[in-house]
């Protein structure tokens, strides 16, 4: 089993960054595809950025690519989610997730494991 716990959410202002961890447990982490997917109050979770299980492999949605970048350590069974240039439309629950495959996953029934949420509020 993996537990997944979010940190590093925050009240910032637009323009400024933020970088989320998410720390998981189990031994099984480091063979995981990883992704952080997001919900604004009133809608849909959206995805938002994927990591392959070495790191090899990325993708972003449109909203926020060349803005966020998803990393990972296997050595501390973390994955990041760096944002940059926050902007309000930013603002929203962020969870992190895990696939039980190797490969880039961005659909939100490929992941099978879920993190409790870390809020981003971003003001203008």
């Known amino acids: 089993q993996v537990q997944l716990v979010e940190s590093g959410g925050g009240l910032v202002q637009a323009g400024d960054s933020l970088r989320l961890a998410c720390a998981a447990s189990g031994r099984t982490f480091s063979s995981r595809a990883m992704g952080w997917f997001r919900q604004a109050p009133g809608k849909e979770r959206e995805f938002v950025a994927a990591?392959?299980?070495?790191?090899?492999?990325?993708a972003y949605s449109d909203s926020v690519k060349g803005r966020f970048t998803i990393s990972r350590d296997n050595t501390k069974n973390t994955v990041y989610l760096q944002m940059n240039s926050l902007k309000p439309e930013d603002t929203a629950m962020y969870y992190c997730?895990?696939?039980?495959?190797?490969?880039?996953?961005?659909?939100?029934?490929?992941?099978?494991?879920w993190g409790q949420g870390t809020q981003v509020t971003v003001s203008s």
């Open positions: 997730a895990a696939t039980p495959g190797v490969g880039i996953a961005v659909r939100q029934y490929e992941y099978n494991r």
């Open positions: 990591i392959s299980w070495n790191g090899g492999g990325t």
